[in-house]
């Protein structure tokens, strides 16, 4: 198993530009994150997914959106980018546990670092 | 989900135990100890979680109070490359994969 990867690995914007980050995981979870991470800060959650066709907001949604319209990928597109959104991403996934409400071991990507000038 | 509070920096020498103590005075029944790490610039690891029993694995044992409101990450034999930002994170029933991530604690280990 390749785990959980993530594309691509550095990416510089200009102000206003749009991208999407890659996610993929092959291990066939039902759950997937987005995390970003500012230098010297913990993980903040952007949005998550539950499963194919269901996504929500974490706690610094805006300028983000997403999708999933698979099981294995998960991509996070920035709309306009500001600098502000300069941050490392970081993606990660994890099975449902029995009932579906919480989750065992979460699986991390080794993150995107996103520079937006 | 339980909040938690960790020291932000420990050190340790190599070849000794390194003791992390996390407080989640909060917690609840159904809530879980887990364990990360993040080795620098590195997406953060799985350690070792639990629920009200102690657990070892290949590298780590957790304790866990008997009150559950606090618990201990132990490294037996702490190396260089063990040095990480390490985070306790207390996950309930209804965390639907969502992780909440504190200030950690920053583990230098020195020669």
């Known amino acids: 198993n390749a785990g959980v990867t993530q594309t691509p690995k550095f990416q510089v914007l200009k102000t206003g530009q749009s991208m999407t980050l890659q996610c993929a995981q092959d291990m066939n979870h039902e759950y997937m994150s987005w995390y970003r991470q500012d230098p010297g800060m913990g993980l903040r959650l952007i949005h998550y997914s539950v499963g194919a066709g269901i996504t929500d907001q974490g706690e610094v949604p805006n300028g983000y959106n997403v999708s999933r319209s698979t099981t294995e990928d998960f991509p996070l597109r920035l709309l306009s980018a500001a600098p502000s959104q300069t941050s490392v991403y970081f993606c990660?996934?994890?099975?449902?546990?029995?009932?579906?409400?919480?989750?065992?071991?979460?699986?991390f990507g080794p993150g995107t670092r996103l520079t937006v000038l | 989900d339980a909040k938690t509070t960790q020291p932000p920096s420990m050190d340790c020498a190599e070849g000794r135990a390194a003791n992390l103590p996390c407080n989640h005075s909060?917690?609840?029944?159904?809530?879980?100890v887990y364990w990360y790490r993040q080795i620098h610039s590195q997406g953060p690891q799985y350690i070792i979680h639990g629920l009200k029993n102690n657990e070892t694995n290949e590298m780590a044992s957790l304790i866990i109070t008997e009150d559950r409101k606090s618990s201990t990450l132990i490294l037996p034999h702490a190396t260089l490359r063990d040095t990480a930002v390490y985070y306790c994170?207390?996950?309930?029933?209804?965390?639907?994969?969502?992780?909440?991530f504190g200030q950690g604690t920053i583990l230098t280990v020195h020669p």
């Open positions: 909060t917690i609840s029944g159904n809530e879980y």
């Open positions: 990660a996934s994890s099975y449902a546990l029995a009932g579906g409400t919480s989750t065992d071991t979460q699986y």
């Open positions: 994170i207390v996950i309930g029933g209804t965390s639907y994969g969502k992780l909440t």
